[in-house]
């Protein structure tokens, strides 16, 4: 995410030791524990830390990805430059939610680092009409995937609240 950090929690899932990823800070995780969704993913173990990820050992959480997307579908309509790129399509087409870390946002964009798309009629953003994109990868190269910040706040937001 933008400005986001992310934490390594080890911890014991059945009897496996697992390293955990998430976005929530140890204070938090310490008092409340950590929510299935609230885990991005599972780091292979002996790992040194977040500089040391690579995306070939990581696995993604499949209930973080659901939870990523039916956020990026209800509030996506608060993303200026979103509904801006909207305005430019004009009648009838689809705009890219584009992961930040991409390196060249205007040029080729790598299918790992659309994180959706969302329709657009007349100017204006379809209400219903996101779609994730399969092929997006919370971890690749470039780094954890980053999202604009209205997105990140409200990501934050949603996983404090699973918390309580």
């Not at 379809?126 to 690749?140: F, G, K, Q």
Request: hydrophobic share 45%.
């Amino acid at each position: 995410m933008g400005t986001a950090e992310f934490y390594i929690y080890e911890m014991v899932v059945g009897s496996v030791l697992r390293h955990l990823v998430s976005p929530l800070e140890p204070d938090e995780v310490a008092e409340y524990g950590l929510a299935p969704e609230a885990v991005v993913g599972l780091l292979a173990v002996g790992v040194g830390g977040p500089a040391a990820m690579q995306p070939d050992h990581f696995e993604e959480n499949p209930a973080f990805v659901r939870f990523l997307h039916e956020m990026i579908a209800d509030d996506i309509f608060v993303v200026p430059g979103i509904r801006e790129q909207a305005s430019v399509v004009g009648e009838h087409g689809w705009v890219d939610v584009l992961d930040a870390r991409t390196p060249d946002p205007s040029g080729d964009v790598p299918a790992h680092d659309v994180i959706g798309s969302v329709e657009v009629r007349d100017g204006v953003l379809v209400p219903m009409s996101y779609r994730p994109n399969d092929d997006h990868r919370l971890l690749t190269g470039d780094g954890f995937f980053q999202l604009p910040e209205e997105l990140e706040m409200s990501l934050l937001k949603r996983l404090h609240a699973t918390m309580c």
